[in-house]
């Protein structure tokens, strides 16, 4: 039986398939059928900035006009399980409990923020109720077209620092993949003491009704197809950022979770497709994991991963740029008129 175990955020896990954020990850049934379903790891459900400044508001006894300005946006978050306590308590309570239920199956807090507020210094308190890492969803779209790609770019490492000082276990960070160069903003979150990077973050893109004239917002789950560009930048990115990397969205089949270790994938992580076939599905991702190592004769999960990222010895630009080359040579020969 082929060796599964992987090594994620200095983790040792017994699979790289990981439940991200999600639906499944906001109750303690939820974190029990993912860990009987198989996963290596599960990350638990986001924590908001804005709901903690909501509930600061509250604590520090301001007006209810300043405290209900956020009641509208607040209908879009998950619902943490509701007690006598407040926000943060609950979300603790259900982290340990989560916890308890997963087993020895690690369990990942998540913070979503875009600036540096009392939601980092909570991070704390996630690593103190027993959390094994941290995921940093800085979920940052920059609408006001003044601001700069570097600052952007800053306003990530000033987030990562923060949450660094604060606590004492591994932390990764989420990217989006619309920075300038990635590359180069890989590099500095490492720097700055990123233990993992997650690609990538999908920005929620609302659609526009026709016959109401109204924008309309909503959530999509993803497709294998979106699964190309994070396996892309973990290729190029394999063996040249000392960090552990995973891979998010666009996994639907046992066949993504391959694509994405041959790319150089630590972990793959997962939420879209055991929404529409249940925890359960783990195991079937698995297995097929497991009859592909043994049809090709690999004895562990280690003895292919990365085996079709870039070369480290590979100039880069050149690499990626015979790459799509061929793949225009390879389209004009699909669909090119008959001469």
């Not at 939820?30 to 509930?55: D, N, T």
């Not at 932390?171 to 990123?194: C, I, N, Q, T, W």
């Amino acid at each position: 039986m082929p060796d599964l175990s992987t090594t994620y955020l200095g983790l040792q896990l017994r699979n790289p398939l990981v439940a991200s954020a999600g639906p499944l990850t906001q109750s303690t049934d939820g974190f029990a059928a993912l860990a009987a379903g198989g996963v290596g790891a599960i990350v638990m459900f986001s924590l908001f900035e804005e709901q903690l400044r909501h509930e600061a508001a509250h604590d520090m006894l301001l007006e209810d006009e300043y405290a209900e300005s956020f009641a509208e946006s607040l209908s879009y978050f998950p619902t943490v399980p509701s007690s006598d306590v407040g926000l943060s308590a609950r979300y603790v309570e259900t982290l340990q409990r989560g916890i308890e239920a997963a087993g020895d199956v690690p369990v990942i807090a998540s913070l979503n923020g875009t600036t540096i507020g009392s939601w980092v210094e909570f991070a704390q308190q996630l690593a103190d109720a027993g959390a094994s890492a941290l995921e940093l969803n800085i979920y940052l779209v920059p609408g006001d077209t003044g601001i700069s790609g570097r600052e952007v770019e800053d306003r990530h490492v000033e987030i990562l620092e923060g949450v660094k000082n604060a606590v004492n276990v591994p932390v990764a960070v989420k990217l989006s993949p619309y920075f300038s160069s990635l590359g180069e903003m890989a590099h500095r979150l490492v720097d700055a003491g990123a233990d993992g990077l997650v690609l990538f973050n999908r920005f929620l893109q609302p659609e526009i009704d026709i016959e109401t004239l109204q924008v309309e917002a909503g959530v999509t789950l993803s497709r294998s197809v979106e699964g190309r560009l994070p396996r892309t930048w973990i290729a190029a990115l394999r063996g040249r950022v000392n960090a552990s990397l995973a891979l998010t969205s666009g996994v639907e089949t046992g066949e993504d979770v391959i694509r994405s270790l041959l790319a150089g994938a630590d972990v793959v992580m997962t939420t879209s497709a055991m929404l529409r076939r249940g925890p359960g599905y783990a195991h079937e991702l698995l297995g097929q994991l497991t009859d592909w190592l043994g049809r090709k004769e690999f004895d562990s999960v280690s003895a292919m991963r990365g085996l079709l990222a870039v070369p480290a010895e590979a100039d880069h630009v050149a690499y990626e740029r015979a790459g799509y080359l061929a793949a225009l040579e390879k389209a004009k020969e699909t669909y090119a008129p008959m001469r």
